[in-house]
């Protein structure tokens, strides 16, 4: 991929990097589109190469011994990941599948290791990044031991809000996780979690639909924290 075309896409890793600092440097990006629920990469693979997600949805999860899915991250679009695997030269930690049709850059781990070093910028971005996702990884610990189930279901879909820019009463949560995949990210089962929203409802806070949530009481929803 030409330099002029990466940076047209208008990706966040590479916000403030210009034409010149990337053409003085040898690269390899190259684009790859993915089905729904094709595997990116598998559980303890041994690539090496970082993907950034220009469209599409994707999932990082792990399935234990006994089969259950543990979903660790959803990725947006500008997301990019597999830099762990890229940075350290140890297998995938984790399965990653697409939730819808999407479309990826793929950069192979020695040109990601270029930019890592040759890019400030980027440098930074990547780490600021791994610190944010062990904070975030920490704060998730803690709600899964300190916190009820309805009351990691409210969180999330707070924080799932707050992603979307609609976190007022009235703002609509659009392409909502099924209740299988909010299940296997909250720690519970996807019974669990319909009763949930079913009770989240019949208080007022939410109004659910198709891949849609409507917040109708941000308040009643923050009081389930404290309940």
Request: with cysteine; aromatic share 6%.
């Amino acid at each position: 991929m030409r330099v002029e075309d990466l940076l047209a896409l208008n990706l966040p890793i590479f916000e403030g990097v210009s034409a010149e600092q990337l053409s003085a440097l040898p690269l390899t990006v190259r684009e790859r589109n993915f089905r729904k629920w094709e595997t990116v990469f598998s559980h303890e693979d041994r690539t090496s190469d970082v993907y950034i997600l220009v469209s599409g949805a994707l999932l990082a999860v792990f399935w234990t011994k006994e089969g259950r899915e543990i979903i660790f991250s959803r990725f947006s679009e500008g997301s990019y990941f597999g830099e762990l695997a890229a940075l350290s030269d140890t297998r995938r930690s984790l399965t990653v599948t697409c939730r819808t049709k999407a479309r990826l850059l793929v950069i192979p781990q020695q040109s990601f290791l270029t930019l890592f070093e040759e890019v400030p910028k980027i440098r930074q971005r990547v780490v600021q990044g791994l610190v944010g996702r062990i904070h975030a990884l920490t704060s998730r610990l803690v709600e899964q031991t300190a916190l009820t189930v309805e009351q990691r279901a409210a969180s999330h879909l707070i924080a799932l809000a707050a992603e979307q820019g609609v976190l007022r009463d009235g703002g609509v949560i659009s392409n909502v996780p099924t209740h299988a995949e909010m299940a296997a990210y909250l720690g519970a089962n996807r019974e669990m979690i319909t009763r949930v929203l079913g009770r989240l409802s019949k208080r007022g806070a939410i109004k659910g639909a198709r891949k849609e949530i409507t917040l109708l009481d941000i308040d009643e929803l923050s009081d389930c924290l404290g309940s």
